[in-house]
C-alpha cells in the first residue's frame, strides 16, 4: 500500500498535469481565434526546423533557429502526428523537475510535509506551468539538470558526466556549473564505503544551535581558495571531465558532420557573441540599440562577459559546497547580468528554488513578502515598457533601459536577502583521514 505521501505527491501531480494539459488546449483554441497567440514563437522556429528534418533537409534552414539538432529530432512528431507534440513533450518535463524535486529533498533529509509544499512552488509556479505548455524546451534543462544532482548525490559520477556533457551541448549556459562540480568531486566525495554521504537536514534548532553557519563557516574565500587547488584533482574529477568533455564534442563532432558550419555558427558561436537589439531588454539592451548598426568587434562583444565571470567566480568560491544553493545563486547572477535576458530564463532559477527553500530562515511575513513584491513589481515594471515598444511601437527606449536597470538591482536585493537568511550546509560531508581509515566529521 502506497504512503500517504506518496499518494499525495501523486494527486498533487495528477493535479497540476491536468492543468498543464488544459493550457495546451486552451492555448491551441486561442490561437485559431484569438488576435493574440498563446504560443511561444519560439516554438513555431522549433516546429518549422523539425518540419525541415522530416523533410530531409537541415534544421538550420530555418532562419533564426540556433539550438541543438537534437531538439529538432525530438520534435519530429510535431509534423508526423500533432503540432502540439512539443508543447505535450515540455510539459511533461516540466512534472518530471516536480519528481525530482521531491527525490532530491528527500535524499537530504528533508520531512514530507516540508517536501511537498516545496514541489507545490515548482508544480503551481504561473511562470513554469506557462512556460512548457507556451511551448518553451527549458523544462527539458531543467529536469536534466536536477537528474544530474541526483546522480552526484547517489555517487553516479558516470551518469552526471554523460547528461552533464550532453546538457550543454543542448543548451551552452549549464557550463557555469562545471567549477562547483569539480569542486564537490574533488576528494573529500568520496564517503567509507566510496559514496558521498549526504548532510541531512537539520530543525530550526538544531540550525539556530548548529555552529555550521554561513558566517561561522570554515570554508571562508581563501580557505575555498586553497581548498580548490589542493583537492580538486581526484579520480572522480578526471572521470567527470572527461566523460562530459567527450560527449559534448561526440554530439558537436556528429552534427557538424551532418550540417558543417551552419550547426557551428548557429548552434554554438553564435551564443558567445550574441548581441539581439530586439526582444532582449537586458542592462546592454539600449547599447546593443544604439550602436548595433555599426556592428561590434569581437572583444567587444566578449567583453559584457566579464562581469558576469567576477560574479560567477565569487558565489562559487563562497558556496560551491552547498552545491543546489551555489546553484541557485549562479543562476541567478547569469540572467541577472546576461547581455540577452528574456522571461524564460527565469525558469533555469525557478527549478533550483525549491531545493534551497527548507534552510532558510526567511518568513513569508514580512521579509520574504518583500522580496517577492519587489522582484515581481521591478518585473512587471520591465515588462510593462518592453509590451509598449515591442507591440505597441511606443518610443519608450530609455523608459526600458532604465527598467532594466532597476530590475538588476531588485535581482541583486533579492540574491543578498537569500544569502542572509540561508543556513549554509555542505551537500556532502567532509570525510577526514584517521589512520588507514576514512571518517565522516560528524555534526556538531
Not at 520531512?111 to 507545490?120: N, Y
Amino acid at each position: 500500500m502506497a504512503s500517504a505521501a506518496a499518494v499525495t505527491l501523486r494527486r498533487v501531480v495528477l493535479v497540476s498535469a491536468a492543468l498543464r494539459l488544459a493550457l495546451v488546449v486552451f492555448g491551441e483554441w486561442q490561437d485559431a481565434h484569438l488576435e493574440v497567440r498563446y504560443t511561444d514563437v519560439d516554438y513555431l522556429v522549433f516546429s518549422d526546423a523539425a518540419a525541415s528534418v522530416a523533410a530531409g533537409g537541415s534544421p538550420f534552414a530555418r532562419a533564426t533557429y540556433r539550438y541543438s539538432p537534437i531538439l529538432a529530432f525530438l520534435l519530429l512528431p510535431n509534423s508526423l502526428l500533432h503540432a502540439a507534440w512539443g508543447k505535450l513533450l515540455f510539459s511533461a518535463a516540466d512534472l518530471l523537475v516536480g519528481l525530482f524535486i521531491d527525490t532530491i529533498l528527500e535524499l537530504r533529509g528533508i520531512p514530507e510535509k516540508m517536501r511537498m509544499w516545496s514541489v507545490i512552488a515548482w508544480l503551481f509556479n504561473p511562470f513554469t506551468f506557462t512556460i512548457g505548455t507556451r511551448g518553451n524546451c527549458e523544462p527539458i534543462v531543467c529536469a536534466v539538470m536536477l537528474w544530474i544532482l541526483i546522480c552526484l548525490m547517489k555517487g553516479r559520477v558516470l551518469q552526471a558526466a554523460f547528461w552533464y556533457g550532453l546538457i550543454v551541448h543542448f543548451r551552452i549556459y549549464p557550463i557555469i556549473y562545471a567549477i562547483p562540480f569539480v569542486i564537490v568531486l574533488g576528494k573529500g566525495y568520496a564517503g567509507p564505503v566510496g559514496r558521498p554521504t549526504l548532510t541531512m537536514w537539520r530543525s530550526k534548532q538544531q540550525l539556530q544551535n548548529d555552529k555550521v553557519s554561513q558566517k561561522e563557516d570554515p570554508t571562508s574565500f581563501l580557505a575555498t581558495v586553497w581548498g580548490f587547488l589542493s583537492n580538486s584533482i581526484s579520480r572522480n574529477v578526471i572521470l567527470f571531465g572527461l566523460l562530459s568533455g567527450s560527449m559534448f564534442f561526440a554530439w558537436a563532432g556528429v552534427f557538424f558532420y551532418l550540417y558543417g558550419w551552419d550547426f557551428l555558427n548557429e548552434a554554438l558561436l553564435y551564443h558567445l557573441t550574441r548581441t539581439d537589439p530586439r526582444h532582449n531588454f537586458s542592462i546592454y539592451f539600449y547599447h546593443i540599440y544604439l550602436h548595433h548598426q555599426q556592428g561590434f568587434s569581437s572583444i567587444q562583444r566578449l567583453a559584457s562577459f566579464l562581469p558576469q565571470l567576477v560574479v560567477q567566480l565569487a558565489l562559487i568560491l563562497r558556496f560551491s559546497r552547498d552545491l543546489p544553493f551555489c546553484m541557485f545563486l549562479q543562476t541567478v547572477a547569469f540572467v541577472a547580468f546576461n547581455k540577452v535576458m528574456t522571461a524564460q530564463y527565469f525558469v533555469w532559477f525557478f527549478c533550483l528554488l525549491p531545493l534551497i527553500l527548507p534552510w532558510s530562515s526567511m518568513k513569508l511575513k514580512w521579509k520574504g513578502l518583500a522580496c517577492m513584491v519587489v522582484w515581481m513589481g521591478s518585473q512587471l515594471h520591465w515588462l510593462m515598457w518592453a509590451y509598449l515598444l515591442e507591440l505597441k511601437g511606443r518610443n519608450v527606449f530609455v523608459q526600458l533601459w532604465v527598467a532594466g536597470l532597476m530590475f538588476l538591482a531588485a535581482n541583486t536585493f533579492v540574491m543578498l536577502m537569500v544569502m542572509k537568511h540561508h543556513k549554509y550546509i555542505p551537500l556532502f560531508l567532509s570525510p577526514v583521514k584517521s589512520g588507514n581509515k576514512v571518517a565522516t566529521k560528524k555534526e556538531e
